[in-house]
């Protein structure tokens, strides 16, 4: 840059820097603006420093094999060794066919360009996903001045074909494929991404991300790619969620991007947000603001509308959709002690109730109150309010585990109503059905195509059939996989979402978190068990009536410090489990060398896009292939 | 423009009007700090948890952690003080002094994080005077950690007397009075609050209370290690044992043996290069922490020797990398040093020297000393020569591992120039209490026990014996369990909870929590340790008679200030928990 250039720029950013106090000291009065970026930004740990290379890589038997350096010519590092040896360093692993080069050429990021030959309205989508793709690419990144080198390029071009440009909206039953034909012409690449729909084509993109890598040993440092490539991919599953709880703990809406640049990622499809509970009620409902007044942890710790828009914007760019669910009638409590106040009666029983353990699972305590007429025209007010933010009406969560039937009685002997009910397991289902009915109206009166409710004591019979209806409800199966609900719930014609505990539950394993009691859900599932669950295969599940699988994180031993170790790389395991659903030998439940390899290369991706992931294992494992098996 | 910078300057500009919905009642029956919603004027209530934390209690209670063993008094009244006007009396010699800033300058770095540019009304000058009564700049097992602290308001002036018997114990101090200072905040103001009077002396337990880190299965960046210093020193902790090398790699540069890092790092980013350490010493002593460094061997060794035979001095070590690796190690890659091989103590020597160079003189080193195994030493020819005539039995090769230990302390004493170093040395086959004898002598040897719970003769037998001990019980201090094998989880209740086998025996120097490095790396690492090794920490300082349930407020308070202080620190309950004192504790 000349010095005028940047006297220029600094007195552009001088200005711009006065615009905004303006703007800020204008809108301080009123509320913090959350500013959201559509593009997740990076944060790079610092560029490295330049060394000459210690080892070199050499391809024996389609694995890499580390050796020191004798001399200084043809070191070739793991990265690149990786690549072109054998596997194919993408998770999850495509279900079509692949076929990679074995050569590679050096570009820079400045060289890419995106050719989009895509109508509206995809088109504009389009664009961004390539700017978050790009994004990518410049993560891995390790050596600024890199740019000055030489390529063997000159231009990498990215042209996407997306056929139904009018499909912006994820659906069930919408077409995620891709195929990827790259190739080289002259001294430029040439990647066609082709797909029936946008989220098809960012899936597209995101593969194509992983054929590309960082070569610290060219030049000091290059980025590269695959000469030529083929891959053809679509999913398993159209289902594919990640829950996070943040009711227990308050995780920030910045931690919740890095979720979902997890999950795009891996290709995850759904955020499940488990946004509140008993303990606190983060979210601001515009039209039920008092839910946050009375329930949230501090004033810091919500959710604006605003906030939660623009996070749903920021998952529909990464292809994901954002399923909210406010957990009813139980797992309710703070949040909903304001009714006295104002004049609509106790809208909840048993709040912060001692001795806890004998109305609820943990405390504090708290249920709905059923026999209050306002609960409903507030859940209704609620649920158009979720229905609006998370823009998502062909997918509902209604929650409904964990109902404590004592908390109820106790409550009905007070107001001497106990005698209407012989088994209280008929007002929860009447409370249900109320609340299902209040779903619709606030959805204009129009049927939602999937209400999904946590599977416990009213998914099953008898009261399964008498309340639930099975054309739009899918029951969410928590239960450990040996328990007899899964298989129940599919003999009875019901739709379910796998969320087995004993596999796909992400925070169990911390011990108890209270002074008595038992840590009812160790041990710690390490991402192996998470990877080699298999329900449909293992409990000979029709796999029709799968509607999918999740990982659930439930928050009480977590928050957004350790987030991100605690997710990742096991959500990843989780995602090629129900994207690719790879073979699974029951006899000796072992995994392949060629998965530990790809796992550990995508557990670096993930680090690179600034994600806390965990450690597979030493590194030495790593730079050793196979040696740590 | 970006958006981060927008949000950043918008909080900073409403962090003043920031109005939480709760506030904080003391309930004087039991102590606690109950949360409830829209203060009314009347009541004694307080804005945050941490200036009701502050106040609530006896006024022989204080929330700070660990909790002092000593005198403690107070006067429950609040005091402001603003952040800007804190002045310093230091006291002593030059050095001290000097030493003395470096603190000063410590203390107001994490003073300074929880607080904007908010002005505080209605505060008092706080003046802190600190005096070390010795000059002794030494930070060695043996460091007298006693201090006592005096806070006094009158005349609308704040007076703190911190007073120890060397600098450390005055660190200490200017630690505990960090605590004392939380961050009050209301409508129009942001002070630091603290209470009217304070008496304090306090002296630790135990002399050694470590922390080990392991970056030679997944390297640690020097960053990484000084926020497990800073956490450290948050805690009391007085010693990061320095797990620094292994059979995987090793990281560590030595100015007279280069191939050891050429041979034996990840790659030339993930060296620990003299100027690191030099920069990691100086930043652990400022906050009272002396690095114990571990150069594990015979066994736990591999990567980094390989270059022996090139160099002309033979095999180094054996088995280094040999498949298939479970007949040859517990864990891979497999590598043992090669006793058979003289050249090997030339190489230990010139490697302790370089390290007594590097690091300064606290009077012990680690020298490892576990987990030999036999059939790797046994599957060599070079040594079954070396032993030739003797029957391949179990008692050869121990008898070989201890003229091993012998002639590396014999290189060792020759490199320092002394024999006057302790030697630390893990629980092994070697350690039996029916051999040990044999092999390591109790004048020269600490032995460093990881044996379960469940072994207490073990400690028995080595303290009847007349060894001094460190405890590292494997099912309670080790926290990288719960994530591989059959292993579980230790949360910080039970780290808490280890009661270390028989108080105040003078020869246990304490103990240490192990995070050993298989499955954690930069990512992850400071949530794995943190809040857990602060569990430890009051062990080994107070060593109380009560279990965690009499310290889960204060433990939440602190893991609070870790977070406060910029450490990424594990979750332990539902916030809920934390702001409603006692009512997730039990079933009633």
Redesign the interface.
């Known amino acids: 840059m000349k010095q005028g250039e940047l006297r220029r720029a600094l007195m552009v ?1 001088t200005v ?1 820097c006065i615009f ?2 303006i703007y ?2 204008w ?2 009065s009123t509320k ?6 559509y593009n997740y ?1 990076h944060t790079y740990s610092s560029y ?2 330049s ?5 070199t890589w050499e391809c024996i038997n389609q694995r890499c094999e580390r050796r ?1 350096i004798k001399g200084d010519v043809g070191a070739v590092s793991l990265a690149t060794c990786s690549m072109l040896c054998g596997s194919t360093q993408l998770w999850p692993q495509p279900t079509g066919p692949v076929t990679l080069g074995s050569r590679a050429v050096t570009f820079n990021h400045k060289q890419l360009q995106l050719e989009s030959i895509v109508s509206p309205p995809a088109k504009a989508l389009l664009e961004k996903a390539y700017t978050s793709f790009n994004e990518n690419i410049v993560s891995l990144i390790e050596k600024k001045d890199y740019i000055k080198e030489k390529t063997d390029l000159k231009r990498f071009l990215i042209r996407v074909t997306i056929v139904h440009s009018d499909i912006v909206r994820l659906k069930t039953s919408t077409d995620e494929g891709y195929s990827i034909a790259l190739k080289p012409i002259g001294n430029e690449i040439i990647a066609n991404i082709t797909a029936q729909t946008y989220f098809g084509a960012r899936h597209g993109l995101e593969t194509l991300s992983q054929l590309i890598w960082w070569d610290d040993y060219a030049n000091g440092g290059m980025l590269k790619v695959l000469k030529g490539a083929t891959v053809q991919d679509s999913p398993v599953f159209s289902y594919r969620g990640l829950m996070i709880d943040t ?4 995780m920030s809406i910045e931690s919740l991007k890095k979720v979902m640049v997890g999950m795009s990622a891996n290709k995850l499809n759904v955020f499940h947000w488990h946004v509140t509970d008993s ?2 009620f983060p979210l601001i409902v515009p039209s039920v603001p008092q839910l946050a ?2 329930g ?6 919500t959710y604006a509308p605003e906030e939660v828009k623009a996070l749903v914007e920021f998952a529909r760019l990464r292809g994901i959709r954002v399923v909210m669910e406010v957990d009813t009638p139980a797992h309710a409590g ?1 949040g909903w ?1 304001w009714g006295p106040q104002e004049g609509l009666g106790e809208l909840a029983v048993c709040v ?1 109730e ?4 004998m109305y609820c699972g943990e ?2 305590c708290g249920q709905l109150n059923p026999e209050n007429p306002n609960v409903y025209d507030v859940l209704e007010k609620l649920y158009k309010d979720l229905l609006d933010l998370s823009s998502e009406n062909e997918i509902f969560h209604i929650g409904g585990d964990e109902v404590n039937l004592e908390c109820w009685a106790q409550h009905l002997q007070k107001t001497n109503t106990l005698y209407n009910y012989t088994d209280l397991h008929d007002l929860w289902g009447e409370f249900t059905m109320k609340a299902l009915n209040r779903l619709y109206i606030a959805n204009g009166n129009k049927k939602i195509p999937y209400i999904i409710v946590w599977s416990s004591k009213l998914s099953k019979r008898p009261y399964l059939t008498k309340y639930l209806d099975k054309s739009n409800i899918v029951v969410q199966s928590w239960g450990a996989s040996q328990w007899p609900d899964t298989p129940d719930l599919i003999a009875d014609g019901y739709k379910v979402l796998i969320s087995h505990v004993d596999a796909w539950y992400l925070d169990c ?9 038992d840590a009812t859900c ?3 599932r ?1 991402w192996q068990t998470v990877y080699n669950h298999r329900p449909w295969q293992q409990l000979h599940l029709n796999k029709k009536q799968i509607f999918g699988g999740e990982a659930a994180l439930w ?5 957004e ?2 987030l ?2 605690r997710l990742w790389p096991r959500a990843a395991a989780f995602a090629e489990r129900v994207w690719s659903d790879p073979q699974l030998d029951t006899t000796t439940y072992s995994i392949q060398e060629d998965v530990y390899t790809r796992l550990n290369t995508h557990r670096d991706r993930l ?1 690179s896009r600034g ?11 790593a ?2 292939p196979g ?2 098996l | 423009m970006n958006g981060h910078i927008i949000v950043f300057i918008s909080v900073a500009f409403t962090y003043c009007t920031t109005i939480n919905g709760w506030a904080w009642q003391c309930n004087a029956e039991n102590g606690y700090c109950t949360r409830i919603l829209s203060p009314s004027v009347d009541e004694p209530e307080h804005p945050s948890l941490a200036v009701c934390k502050l106040l609530c209690g006896q006024p022989s209670y204080l929330n700070v952690w660990p909790y002092p063993t000593g005198k403690i008094a107070s006067e429950k009244n609040l005091v402001m003080v603003d952040p800007q006007h804190i002045t310093f009396e230091l006291d002593g010699s030059t050095t001290t002094k000097n030493f003395l800033q470096e603190v000063v300058d410590y203390f107001q770095e994490n003073l300074s994080r929880d607080n904007s540019n908010c002005i505080c009304q209605d505060y008092y000058p706080l003046v802190v005077s600190l005096d070390a009564l010795s000059d002794d700049l030494s930070l060695t097992l043996d460091t007298d950690e006693f201090y006592s602290l005096k806070l006094n308001t009158s005349d609308k002036r704040i007076r703190v007397e911190i007073v120890g018997n060397t600098i450390f114990g005055v660190r200490h101090g200017i630690e505990t009075l960090l605590q004392l200072l939380v961050p009050y905040q209301n409508a129009d103001s942001a002070c630091l609050a603290t209470l009217k009077n304070v008496q304090v002396t306090d002296k630790p337990v135990y002399r050694h209370r470590a922390l080990l880190l392991d970056s030679a299965r997944n390297f640690l960046s020097v960053n990484t290690i000084k926020k497990n210093i800073n956490a450290m020193a948050a805690s009391k902790l007085n010693v990061l044992h320095w797990h620094v090398t292994d059979s995987q790699s090793f990281p560590l540069e030595l100015p007279s043996l280069p191939n050891m890092t050429k041979c034996g790092a990840y790659d030339k980013d993930r060296i620990y290069s003299p100027k690191d350490i030099e920069e990691l010493v100086t930043y652990a002593k400022i906050r009272g922490v002396r690095i114990l460094l571990e150069i594990d061997g015979p066994s736990h060794v591999g990567n980094g020797w390989q270059w022996g035979n090139e160099a002309g001095l033979g095999n180094l070590t054996v088995c280094t990398n040999q498949q298939p690796w479970r007949s040859f190690c517990i864990q891979p890659p497999c590598g043992q040093l090669n006793p058979a091989n003289p050249n090997i103590y030339k190489v230990l020597g010139q490697l302790y020297g370089d390290i007594s160079n590097m690091f300064p003189n606290i009077g012990m080193f680690h020298m490892g000393g576990d987990e030999v195994f036999i059939p790797c030493w046994n599957s060599s020819k070079e040594i079954l020569d070396y032993i030739k005539g003797k029957p391949t039995t179990e008692e050869t090769f121990l008898d070989l591992w201890g003229e091993f230990q012998n002639k590396s302390l014999r290189a060792y004493d020759a490199a320092v120039g002394n024999d006057k170093t302790s030697i630390v040395v893990w629980t092994s086959h070697l350690t039996d209490p029916n051999v040990i004898q044999k092999y390591l002598p109790k004048e020269r040897y600490i032995i460093q026990t990881w044996v379960p719970d469940t072994n207490q003769d073990l400690i028995t037998s080595l303290l009847n014996l007349g060894y001094k001990i460190i405890i590292s019980t494997k099912d309670k201090w080790y926290l990288d369990h719960g994530f591989w094998g059959s292993t579980l989880y230790y949360n910080w209740r039970t780290v808490y909870n280890n009661k270390m086998y028989s108080q105040y025996h003078k020869s246990i120097l304490g103990g240490e929590v192990c995070m050993w490095g298989e499955l954690v790396d930069d990512s992850n690492v400071e949530s794995r340790v943190w809040p857990r090794a602060a569990a430890a920490a009051e062990r080994l300082w107070t060593n109380p008679s009560t279990t965690a349930g009499a310290a889960e407020g204060r433990f939440f308070s602190h893991r609070e200030r870790l977070i406060s202080r910029g450490l990424k620190t594990e979750a332990v309950v539902p916030q809920w928990c934390v702001q409603n004192e006692g009512e997730c504790s039990s079933y009633l």
């Open positions: 950013v711009l905004l106090f800020l000291y809108q301080q913090i603006t959350p500013t959201l970026v930004k490295k420093k060394h000459p290379p210690q080892w020191s009711s227990r703990n308050f303990q606190s007044k009375t949230a942890y501090s004033s810091g710790m703070n002690t912060n001692r001795p806890w353990s405390p504090p394993g911390f011990g108890r978190w209270r002074e008595t009691g160790d041990p710690y390490p928050s009480e031993q977590v928050d410090s350790s991100d170790a680090v994600l806390g992931a965990e450690a597979l294992w030493p590194s030495w494992c730079q050793n040696m740590c």
